[in-house]
């Protein structure tokens, strides 16, 4: 999209024939560059320090090649990244994404993001991301044990707990980490907090799998009482993915007296009108590991419908994308808004496309980016370093109770700045300015290196 300022344009054009064809990366730089003209037209010492040119250049883009072998002894090869976006606020820190649809362009799209998020959460956290277009999908447990041995053999170089922390992600969950873990620990000597997302008995946080899902609900329910004075209870909800986010989405959704009906997987999805059973998801998706089509094995009356895009078709007043990048466009979010749509929350990364952002804004539909919304992961990510650098636990009630407040404040400080910038309740434009600023400020500080 144009931009309607001429630095931010020269900027926006630099980056795109710096990065050609990084069409995702391009998409999240244009998008936090539209809502910072504001803050460039009050203060001109950010264009005098250079800290936009800065910040849209990584500090340091790692890749590298991933061999391992298979189960047949075929030696296979992967690409592996680590982009280490910016450090002026703490350690690197962002997760790892394993999917075939991993290059520079998502990684960098994704670091970019993180910056501004971690950011927000006010803990001591610069922003990073990294992975592979490695597929775990269909290969055996010692095959992605493997390939994550070799995966770290070579991160390992580059990461620490000083440095850069990464964390799960798409493709990414606790048994990942584990193998990650392990292998960083035979290579270093070292037990350290150098990953979260770690199973309690090797130094993880209480609360840290649920995490992303109940934050976007504690935003979700910021976003209802704050702006529109009303609440979650009694809404149809549904939630797009049935991975970790979505899961705990469903399970906190349901907690707050939401009734979630619909959820889904990259091949289709389930629609239950009597209210999803997230037990049952979770023996499906965390035990089995098998497609959502079986939900209909174990509940008779539900339907399933092959093409996950259908789902914004039923009829809901909140709908929590939390599966992957522009899964929600234009004629989905046109759906939505016709079927009456309240509130729409991202809990994945990006996954509502600018028009479709465009759309619920102007059709006065509450909408919670993903870089505030879904922040809680990380902030409890972060909640771990801190455990970890303590060498001590904090109770489930404890953690649960400090990633709620973090979420609000979270809200609080998207929307005091949207007022602040005279677009009150447009939290695309407050999320990415009350992130922006503490890392510009940290940045001034910092100087620069001649
Ligand atoms: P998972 O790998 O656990 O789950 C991803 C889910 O999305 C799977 O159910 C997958 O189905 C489904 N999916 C993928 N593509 C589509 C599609 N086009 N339509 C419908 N469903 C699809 O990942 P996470 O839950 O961890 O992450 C989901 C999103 O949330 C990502 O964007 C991630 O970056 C973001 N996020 C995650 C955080 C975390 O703490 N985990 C923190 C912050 C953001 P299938 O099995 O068929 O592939």
């Not at 992967?78 to 991993?102: D, E, I």
């Not at 035990?287 to 094995?297: A, G, H, L, Q, S």
């Not at 005091?416 to 434009?429: F, I, M, R």
Request: hydrophobic fraction near 35%; charge should be neutral; include cysteine.
């Amino acid at each position: 999209m144009e931009l309607k300022n001429k630095y931010m344009e020269e900027v926006y054009n630099s980056v795109c024939l710096r990065n050609p064809g990084e069409t995702e990366f391009h998409q999240a730089v244009n998008e936090v560059l539209e809502s910072l003209i504001p803050v460039i037209e009050k203060r001109p010492d950010i264009i005098e320090e250079g800290i936009i040119d800065r910040m849209v250049e990584p500090e340091r883009l790692i890749m590298f090649r991933v061999p391992w072998v298979d189960d047949k002894g075929k030696i296979r090869v992967n690409r592996g990244f680590r982009v280490q976006f910016n450090s002026a606020l703490g350690p690197y820190k962002g997760g790892l994404r394993l999917h075939p649809t991993v290059n520079s362009s998502v990684i960098k799209f994704l670091g970019f993001e993180q910056i501004f998020k971690n950011s927000l959460t006010g803990l001591p956290m610069g922003g990073g991301k990294g992975g592979s277009d490695f597929d775990p999908k269909g290969k055996s447990d010692n095959e992605v044990m493997r390939f994550c041995q070799s995966f770290m053999t070579e991160l390992s170089k580059h990461i620490g707990a000083d440095t850069d922390v990464p964390a799960g992600d798409i493709g990414v969950g606790s048994r990942e980490i584990g193998y990650l873990f392990g292998q960083y620990k035979r290579i270093r000597n070292e037990f350290t907090g150098v990953l979260t997302g770690k199973a309690l008995c090797s130094g993880g946080s209480l609360i840290r799998t649920e995490a992303t899902g109940y934050g976007l609900l504690y935003f979700t329910e910021e976003m209802f009482n704050k702006i529109n004075q009303d609440s979650i209870k009694g809404k149809t909800v549904i939630i797009s993915g049935s991975g970790n986010v979505a899961i705990y989405a469903a399970e906190k959704a349901q907690e707050m007296g939401g009734r979630v009906v619909a959820m889904s997987d990259s091949s289709g999805y389930i629609y239950d009108p009597s209210g999803i059973k997230v037990d049952i998801i979770k023996q499906i998706k965390e035990k089995e590991r098998k497609r959502i089509k079986e939900y209909t094995t174990y509940v008779k009356e539900a339907e399933y419908h092959e093409d996950c895009s259908g789902i914004w078709n039923i009829k809901c007043q909140v709908a929590l994308p939390c599966a992957t990048q522009n899964e929600l466009d234009l004629k989905s979010a046109e759906i939505l808004v016709k079927n009456g749509v309240l509130a729409v929350a991202e809990g994945a990364n990006m996954p509502v496309t600018p028009e479709a952002i465009e759309l619920f804004q102007k059709s006065g539909v509450l909408f919670g980016p993903a870089k505030a919304a879904n922040a809680g992961g990380v902030a409890t990510s972060g909640l771990e370093m801190s455990q970890n650098s303590m060498r001590y636990f904090w109770t489930s009630e404890e953690v649960d109770k400090k990633l709620k407040e973090i979420m609000v404040g979270i809200f609080d400080s998207a929307y005091n700045a949207s007022k602040e910038y005279n677009c009150p309740g447009d939290l695309v434009v407050g999320a990415n300015i009350a992130g922006f600023l503490r890392v510009a400020e940290a940045m001034k500080w910092q100087g620069i290196a001649y």
